[in-house]
């Protein structure tokens, strides 16, 4: 092994030690000649390694001392030449969202590396394992799965950008960019108030752990008030769903004719339930849906997402964090949609 593997190797396994905790901010690592022991390797390869850790901001050497590990919740400067997109493949706007991505990508001059979001690790672990192959920037759509902020904040220091899409859970380690779920629910519940809807029902799932499913529900509670009528559906059991959306439209929902109800469905995946039951229930159902839907009844009102503004976001953040003596600081960006009809 050369000297600059061997540099690497070693400077990998006192980030191991970091990443696992075993290592806090504020702590002192053991002696150059205690770790020359514990790794068996020369003086001068532990000297080397900890200079890399110094050069990364991970580590200060103190005089009579020794040496202190030292959390950073800055930007890491780094090449844009690759970003790993980590997302749910099954998710519908996947495709829309990844085409969008790499097509905008390819005008930078970087490449996208995708991984589906991990099963049988933590994500943390996931972009972990990612660090160590040399990938410094990461995207993540995080959908139903959990962060460990601890692990972020370690992964933040060691030398991770983060951008996290449609989630507040990557703050403040990381950049947050997601849809105003506010203001898409606001305009969709206005435009039915304003053509005549007196009872808006919202549809929306009972994973409120996730960032937008909560965000567009508090949304909805607030505009309607103690009015307001939320019909929750399992996460993901769509012909659970189904039947709760059947028996709602024959019972409460059903209890009025006209243009007295209308449905404020949470997303596209409940927005097709609803359209696709209302078609044999209840022709005359108004439905309006946050994103748009893929083959929609005339008249629904949606708003969609406007994902070309969503990419640039995401690039510009990672080209902030990525910038040499840059002032990079976490924060969550809201991006507008836009309502359109079906007519």
Wanted: glycine residues 8%.
């Amino acid at each position: 092994m050369d000297s600059e593997n061997l540099y690497q190797k070693v400077k990998n396994k006192i980030c191991d030690e970091i990443f696992a905790g075993h290592y806090k901010d504020g702590d002192m690592l053991p002696s150059e000649r205690e770790l020359e022991r514990v790794l068996d390797v020369s003086r001068v390869t532990v000297r080397r390694s900890l200079q890399m850790l110094e050069e990364d901001r991970l580590i200060v050497r103190e005089v009579g001392r020794g040496t202190k590990v030292t959390f950073h919740n800055s930007g890491n400067p780094a090449d844009l030449d690759m970003i790993v997109l980590v997302a749910p493949a099954r998710n519908p706007f996947f495709s829309e969202f990844i085409g969008r991505f790499q097509a905008y990508a390819e005008t930078k001059g970087t490449l996208v590396l995708y991984v589906e979001k991990p099963k049988s690790e933590g994500l943390e672990k996931s972009l972990y394992r990612l660090y160590k192959r040399g990938l410094r920037n990461a995207v993540v759509w995080l959908e139903d799965l959990q962060v460990d902020r601890k692990k972020l904040q370690r992964l933040r220091a060691i030398g991770m950008n983060l951008v996290f899409f449609d989630s507040d859970r990557g703050l403040p380690y990381a950049d947050c960019v997601a849809l105003n779920n506010e203001r898409a629910v606001s305009t969709l519940y206005q435009a039915l108030k304003e053509a005549g809807y007196k009872r808006i029902i919202y549809v929306g799932w009972d994973m409120t752990e996730i960032y937008s499913i909560r965000m567009r529900e508090e949304a909805y509670r607030t505009y309607a008030g103690e009015h307001g009528i939320v019909l929750r559906i399992p996460w993901k059991k769509e012909e659970e769903g189904r039947k709760i959306i059947e028996s709602a439209l024959k019972g409460s929902i059903g209890e009025r004719e006209g243009k007295e109800t209308a449905v404020l469905c949470c997303d596209r995946e409940c927005g097709i339930l609803v359209t696709e039951i209302a078609a044999g229930e209840k022709p005359e159902l108004a439905v309006a849906s946050v994103d748009k839907l893929p083959s929609p009844p005339l008249g629904t009102i949606m708003y969609r997402q406007d994902m070309k503004k969503t990419v640039e976001q995401i690039f510009t953040s990672l080209e902030r964090q990525c910038a040499p003596g840059g002032t990079w600081e976490p924060a969550m960006y809201l991006v507008e949609g836009q309502m359109i009809q079906e007519i």
